[in-house]
């Protein structure tokens, strides 16, 4: 079994010579009912989408199928430890050190279908010994990957049936929930502390924009199907904090299809809009050059900001990130 799956039962065979067994558990360090290989502080169990996954080591060979787990795992010090990435990673979203680290990491595939959604075979990641892989894709589930003791976690707020409000104490959560898994829990408790300071700061920034209102919107490009975000999306909590009203704060759903029309009668002041690549001028006119769109508030006083998905969902520190954007974009008078 790879160092990280997760933890099968584990009893010292009862012999007739009970010195041998004593000696059996000294050699474990610990009683006859502590697993033998255990490290020290292991194992650790952490639930993840309904799930429990043990550790019984901190993981050494990471492979990430989504790239939401970056900022968690440079805050922790632990970006040596991810041996093969898949997927897409957006040079917006990091600092040159971050940027560094996952230059040195191999990258598999960054093939997606026409949704957006990874591409990867079983075989590959396999192939590449990992005790832990981070983020759950189409075609490799959990249960998949479970069948030969590799363990996933899947960020919480992207768990499937997930009903959840979110909010940013998540980011927090999942920090220190790495911090356990990983055994870099004093790591993780500075790296909350900062990030709680600097949530602060940029809500005592944006405290006298309260009175507007605002929509996070996915606009497609060449354009189509425009999507809105709810409550149980993090583009709620992240709007509130940054001062503004949702307009459709009243939809408890994550994602859904909206309308013009439907843009018009709620009519933001401002406009958020996602994309997951290319480029954001395109984005903005996947939805300003769709017929009406010229006579919404926020198009015609030119309050729409483009910005990265991640940058918003799911909860992560770059949320946070995102959150400093908007509010640094439109500040409290603009």
Do not use: W
């Not at 924009?209 to 189509?224: C, E, F, I």
């Not at 996602?274 to 939805?287: C, M």
Request: hydrophobic fraction near 40%.
């Amino acid at each position: 079994m790879s160092r990280g799956a997760p933890m099968k039962a584990t009893r010292l065979a009862v012999t007739t010579a009970t010195t041998v067994l004593a000696l059996l558990v000294a050699a474990c360090g610990g009683s006859a009912d502590e697993p033998a290989t255990a490290a020290p502080g292991y194992p650790v169990t952490v639930t993840n989408c309904g799930v429990e996954v043990t550790f019984d080591a901190a993981p050494e060979r990471v492979v990430l199928l989504k790239s939401a787990a970056v900022p968690y795992l440079h805050a922790l010090g632990v970006m040596d430890r991810v041996t093969a990435r898949a997927g897409q990673y957006p040079s917006e979203y990091y600092d040159a050190g971050t940027l560094a680290e996952l230059d040195r990491i191999p990258l598999l595939t960054d093939k997606t279908d026409t949704s957006g959604h990874l591409q990867i075979s079983k075989e590959v990641v396999i192939s590449q010994e990992p005790d832990l892989v981070l983020g759950e894709v189409d075609n490799l589930s959990r249960d998949t990957l479970s069948a030969v003791d590799i363990p996933l976690l899947e960020e919480p707020a992207m768990c499937p049936d997930n009903t959840a409000t979110p909010s940013f104490d998540d980011i927090y959560r999942q920090l220190e929930t790495y911090g356990r898994v990983f055994g870099r829990e004093t790591e993780a408790a500075t790296a909350v502390d900062a990030l709680q300071q600097r949530m602060a700061k940029i809500q005592a920034e944006a405290s006298t924009a309260s009175g507007r209102t605002a929509a996070v919107l996915y606009p497609t490009v060449g354009g189509g199907t425009t999507y809105a975000y709810g409550t149980a999306s993090m583009a709620h909590p992240q709007l509130e904090a940054a001062g503004f009203r949702n307009v459709f704060g009243d939809t408890p759903e994550r994602v859904f299809e909206v309308t013009v029309e439907e843009l018009l009668g709620r009519n933001p002041d401002v406009l958020i809009l996602l994309h997951s690549d290319g480029d954001p001028a395109a984005v903005e006119q996947g939805l300003t050059g769709l017929p009406g769109a010229e006579k919404l508030n926020a198009v015609r006083d030119g309050n729409v900001l483009t910005q990265l998905f991640n940058f918003t969902e799911p909860p992560t520190p770059l949320s946070i990130d995102g959150l400093e954007r908007i509010v640094q974009r439109f500040g409290a008078d603009s």
